[in-house]
């Protein structure tokens, strides 16, 4: 896995930022996310505590460092279907399968984070302001699955897809982190069986007669997000 390189971050730099995200991920597996400290995680990188925090302020810096580079392994993992299909139904399938692959290596330890990421107050939900740029990478991925796609879709519906595939794919995350099948099949079985009723309803968005429906539950979900 290679993490989201910063620009300024000589290639020395970025080794030692690249291991302190690592031994956080470690740690957090095996101990849990409130019982890792800073100076745990430091101990288990090899450097100093002040040189941890040199790099993250605190732990959430951390994770949000693990959304960035989840984020950048999740494109390059669809990055094929995304090249290679242009049916929208296929494009989601394979975008959303790519998803669950990337973060198979921390299911464990998702059950035991995912109580502080789903406190709405926490910067680490991911409609926080702090998982904001996760958040817009997420968007544009799902863009791109839309723009990418022959599908033809009502111009209002097109403009807020990106983000409703995302609210989407989270309802799959949830799913999957309470997953006990072997291969988290349960979840890629959910995926498979979903995706053509999304791509139906995409569908169905040009129908005149069911225009004005689609319209009227973008506009709630606009007043919602307000």
């Known amino acids: 896995m290679t993490c989201v ?11 030692t930022r690249t291991a302190i995200t690592e031994a956080a991920l470690r740690l957090f597996r ?7 400290t800073m100076r745990a995680i430091a101990q ?15 732990k959430e810096e951390l994770v949000q460092q693990f959304y960035a580079r989840n984020q950048v ?3 390059a993992a669809c990055r094929r279907v995304l090249e290679s299909e242009t049916e929208f139904a296929a494009r989601l399938r394979g975008t959303l399968h790519a998803l669950v692959d990337v973060m198979e290596p921390y299911h464990a330890f998702a059950a035991r984070f995912f109580k502080y990421a789903a406190e709405p107050s926490s910067p680490l939900s991911p409609f926080s302001k702090e ?10 991925l799902y863009r791109e699955v839309v723009d990418g796609s022959t599908a033809r879709i009502d111009r209002e519906l097109r403009a807020q897809l990106p983000e409703l595939l995302w609210l989407y794919s989270l309802g799959i995350v949830l799913f999957w982190v309470h997953d006990t099948s072997t291969g988290c099949a349960k979840t890629y079985q959910l995926i498979d069986r979903t995706v053509p009723l999304a791509d139906r309803l995409v569908a169905l968005s040009r129908v005149r007669i069911l225009r004005s429906t689609f319209r009227e539950i973008i506009t709630i979900i606009e007043d919602i997000r307000r």
Do not use: I, K, M, W
């Not at 998982?131 to 544009?140: D, G, I, K, N, V």
């Open 5 to 15: 390189a910063e620009p300024d971050l000589t290639p020395r730099a970025e080794q």
């Open 30 to 36: 095996e101990n849990g996310y409130e019982a890792t």
């Open 44 to 58: 288990e990188a090899g450097v100093s505590t002040g040189n941890a925090y040199y790099y993250f302020g605190s």
């Open 73 to 75: 392994e999740h494109l």
């Open 131 to 140: 998982s904001s740029p996760a958040r817009e990478a997420a968007l544009a």
